[in-house]
């Protein structure tokens, strides 16, 4: 795990072991997110407004709740900048996924996307018990 020619929180390279998991065998899809949502009230990380105090000396408009949304790249690009292939979009969530003026209209079988660990956590604890 870990590399030593990227970012310096990828160091240091080293063995790990990961004990037993469960798996689902099918990705969760936006209308599975969606009952989930309706069902519980969750709001998700990527909706909820930041706390400037959590991130002394960011930009205004990075405070905004968003995500980061893949944009392809005209070409080869510095793998060293992960902003040549990602942007921040203030209003991007799991409803609207390249941005506020994106809807899930035809993609409701597709995986549901900007969602962190702990939304993650909230749903499979939901869904266990739903099942």
């Known amino acids: 795990m870990g590399s030593d020619k990227f970012y310096p929180e990828e160091k240091p390279v080293r063995q790990v072991t990961v ?4 798996i689902d065998k099918y990705e969760v899809s936006n209308e599975d997110y969606k009952k989930f949502a309706q069902d519980t009230g969750y709001v998700t990380v990527a909706e909820r407004p930041l706390n400037p105090a959590d991130y002394p000396g960011a930009k205004p408009e990075l405070l905004a709740p968003g995500a980061l949304v893949f944009k392809k790249a005209k070409g080869p ?11 921040w979009v203030p209003g991007a ?3 609207h ?3 506020p003026n994106s809807f899930l209209e035809g993609k409701e079988k597709h995986p549901v996307v900007h969602i962190a660990y702990e939304d993650a956590e909230a749903y499979a604890k939901w ?3 739903s099942s």
Not at 77 to 87: A, C, E, G, K, Q
């Open 19 to 22: 004990d037993g998991f469960y």
């Open 97 to 99: 996924p390249q941005g």
């Open 77 to 87: 690009v510095d793998l060293r900048s992960y902003f040549n292939w990602w942007i």
């Open 127 to 129: 869904a266990s018990a």
């Open 93 to 95: 969530s799991w409803k």
